[in-house]
């Protein structure tokens, strides 16, 4: 298709977005620092100025080009759904009396204050980042405000560098948008599509005006069967909003992209649209007829996503590089360029002196992946010649990886084998429900979901630990002592079931891959999961092996400690592939049933010991659930089998716990009842238990714990609040099946904040209670 904007063209070296904490999280400190006090408004512009400048220097460093609009400028104070609602005026009426700055204004609206719950968050698509989530109705009055993105603009300039704004496309914002209170029954935002259009065309305007060349608009709903659309309704209106935003004169180029997923049959027919550019996954998906889109692109780039954004292995360069040249022999001239954002990457691989060599040289962080997009660019220029040393390098690095030692364990492929239907089974419901009446649970439980804050004491006493400054007998007496001071806070709290508060865990993920063979950890690969909060996912790069239990000693002295039951806490096999960047050399079921049985072991020996209550969390199943209609059943086969295969040599006697959160449950509450947990608890205080409605309407019949407390906002829940969310569950759900609990664990939250919260939620509970039994 002929382009109707005229500009430089884009470089054949590109990619979607680049992580934008900061190497060492210098986005995260400086935002809490803000939050704190400890930094003015105008010192945290200056800061981020420098962060941008720096990001974008590090880029242009890696081989992208300066010019053409090649950097891509992605970056966020908090998040990029967030940033788009700024930007198009989409502010909901809740917060029309919030005072001050704009900038007070984003972070109430990310994370709330004492009068204003915050806007709710869920995942952004199948990965560990949460957004959050616009509120529509059909008096949203949208007014468009580029500030954000044209400051980039115009401080890249200074730079001598041509930035590309990256913004949540029309189509995908409105299809993650939810109706907000006012709207009225059955309103869809997107029936708001062509108001929208109108914000983004004046968008358009003003970042040319800023001196953008070019803009990316993100639309990874192309790529989604899980939004309430079919695939074909989506692509109706991307054409329709891509029309008219291209039909607007006074403007950047457009790239289009379409990350995350295959856009399949779709994409000639997106490739005929007035747009500059058109980038697609070609990780996850690819060109089913090339020279068919190379006949409907004309002089339309395609952007080609050949490295992978999500994961952190080697390419196999020379794979790709006969893809990008099969795709020139058809008539596509192929911009080399990453399947997604990157954001979901560690920064360097090489800063982690740590890890092996041998392991080391089998990865690829975000620096890496843009050197591999630059390394393929060239082969395109130059040809295969100029880049046949980097193609055979990793090819043996591919074959090393291979034949390492580790990687293919015969014990375990004989033990995963070795599992029949049996192994999966247990007790029935009826037979659980009386065993467990030994535990002496109170109707409308209270609990919560496992960790308690991690103060700076616990960071302290751990990073000692690790420097050798203190030996292991000091450092588990002073866990110990956390650990009591935890229990009998919760026992002078008046919680019903408690926990032992995770002192010795640095995160969910992490602890059990330290503790399990087949794992590494990083040190510096921090990675966003939303706000200012990043994980450090493992590195799961062999078989499996539990070779000692992991957490019996800890559970055991907490139960000692107190005659209230102590809940064993084990994140569960779904959860620990999510949160870790896992071997791609085998299908994934097959890794989940291989940590599935390292877990199976520690309930085991956790029922032994006299845990009677094992929380096995999942808080990443619905995460996982694959984009395409097409794979749900067989995902939640493989992934509920493994939970019930961790899972199904617990005695009846021993309540088994699972907690999901932050997801669209309502299209996997078959799964949720499949995992044949007896208590499940689930996110539900910032939807207003929005999950409960699906849930009854199931006909769930165990125990089910809708969040009553929203841990990721600094706010605390007044008793009133709290009580009226219990009476929301009360209404679908039986008192006998219900609990009460926080959103998750508590982690991340300080211990003013935390108590004061518990405490209310005890006497919100108790309050319900009362009434019930006049």
């Not at 068919?292 to 050949?306: C, D, H, I």
């Not at 308690?452 to 420097?467: D, G, L």
Request: glycine share 8%.
């Amino acid at each position: 298709m002929t382009t109707t904007t005229t500009t430089h063209p884009l470089p054949n070296a590109t990619i979607q977005g680049f992580p934008r904490i900061g190497p060492d999280r210098e986005l995260k400190r400086a935002v809490e620092r803000f939050w704190k006090g400890g930094l003015s408004e105008a010192e945290l512009i200056d800061e981020v100025r420098e962060q941008r400048a720096a990001t974008r220097a590090r880029l242009v460093g890696l081989g992208l080009q300066a010019s053409g609009g090649a950097v891509p400028e992605s970056f966020s104070l908090y998040d990029q759904v967030l940033d788009a609602t700024v930007a198009v005026g989409a502010i909901p009426a809740r917060f029309g009396d919030v005072e001050g700055s704009a900038l007070h204004r984003y972070f109430v609206l990310a994370r709330g204050d004492a009068q204003h719950q915050p806007l709710e968050m869920t995942k952004w698509f199948d990965t560990n980042y949460h957004f959050s989530v616009p509120e529509i109705d059909e008096q949203t009055a949208f007014e468009a405000n580029a500030d954000w993105y044209a400051d980039g603009v115009r401080e890249a300039k200074q730079q001598g560098i041509e930035a590309r704004p990256v913004i949540v496309g029309p189509v995908t914002y409105l299809l993650l948008a939810k109706a907000s209170e006012q709207a009225a029954p059955g309103f869809n935002p997107v029936t708001r599509l062509a108001d929208l259009v109108g914000a983004y065309a004046t968008l358009l305007r003003e970042l040319k005006a800023a001196g953008a060349t070019w803009v990316q608009l993100d639309e990874p709903a192309l790529v989604s069967d899980s939004l309430g659309l079919d695939r074909g309704e989506i692509v109706a209106l991307v054409e329709a909003a891509y029309r008219e935003l291209a039909a607007e004169a006074d403007r950047p180029a457009i790239v289009l992209s379409a990350p995350y997923g295959d856009v399949g049959e779709h994409l000639t027919r997106l490739a005929i649209l007035p747009v500059e550019a058109l980038h697609a996954d070609l990780v996850r998906g690819a060109v089913p007829e090339p020279a068919a889109l190379a006949e409907a692109l004309g002089e339309t780039q395609f952007v080609a996503g050949v490295i992978d954004g999500r994961n952190i292995w080697r390419t196999n360069l020379r794979e790709r590089f006969a893809e990008l040249e099969a795709l020139r022999e058809a008539g596509v001239v192929p911009v080399v360029s990453t399947s997604n954002n990157l954001q979901h990457l560690p920064y360097d691989v090489r800063r982690e002196t740590k890890l092996s060599d041998q392991l080391r040289s089998w990865l690829a962080f975000a620096d890496q992946k843009v050197e591999q997009v630059v390394t393929l660019a060239r082969g395109l220029t130059e040809g295969a010649g100029a880049i046949e040393t980097e193609l055979a390098d990793v090819e043996a690095v591919l074959r090393d990886r291979d034949q390492a030692p580790g990687v293919h364990l015969p014990e375990t492929r004989d033990r995963v084998a070795s599992v029949t239907a049996e192994s999966r089974q247990r007790a029935s419901e009826k037979e659980r429900r009386e065993a467990q009446r030994a535990l002496s649970i109170p109707q409308l439980a209270t609990t919560t979901i496992g960790s308690f804050p991690q103060t700076s004491e616990i960071r302290v006493a751990r990073a000692a630990f690790n420097r050798g400054e203190i030996d292991e007998s000091a450092y588990n007496a002073f866990l110990r002592e956390e650990i009591e001071r935890v229990i009998r806070l919760q026992e002078e709290i008046g919680l019903d079931v408690l926990v032992h508060g995770e002192a010795e865990r640095n995160d969910m993920v992490q602890y059990f891959a330290e503790h399990l063979e087949g794992f590494a950890v990083t040190e510096h690969g921090w990675v966003q999961s939303y706000g200012s909060r990043a994980t450090r996912p493992s590195i799961l790069w062999g078989d499996v092996v539990r070779s000692a239990p992991i957490t019996v000693g800890w559970s055991s002295y907490a139960q000692s400690l107190t005659e209230k039951p102590v809940k064993g806490m084990l994140t569960g096999p779904v959860t620990i592939l999510a949160w870790s960047f896992v071997r791609d050399d085998q299908p994934l079921g097959q890794t989940a049933e291989q940590v599935a049985l390292a877990l199976r072991d520690e309930i085991r020996d956790l029922g032994e010991v006299g845990i009677g209550i094992v929380q096995v969390d999942e808080p990443a199943l619905r995460e996982l659930l694959p984009l395409e209609a097409s794979r749900h059943e067989a995902y939640l086969q493989w992934s509920v089998g493994s939970f019930r295969l961790a899972t199904g040599g617990a005695p009846a006697g021993v309540q088994i716990h699972t907690h999901l959160c932050y997801s669209e449950f309502n299209e996997i509450v078959g799964a949720i009842d499949g995992l044949d947990a007896d208590v499940t608890s689930i996110e539900a205080a910032r939807s207003r238990m929005d999950v409960v409605q699906p849930i009854g309407d199931h006909g769930y019949s165990r125990g089910i714990g809708p969040g009553v407390y929203d841990i990721h906002s600094p706010r605390v829940p007044g008793v009133d609040e709290i009580r009226d969310l219990i009476e929301i569950a009360r209404e679908r759900i039986d008192a006998e099946l219900l609990w009460v609990n926080p959103d998750c664990g508590l982690k991340t939250r300080g211990y003013d904040e935390t108590v004061e919260s518990l405490k209310n939620l005890v006497a919100a509970t108790k309050a319900v209670r009362d009434r019930e039994q006049v």
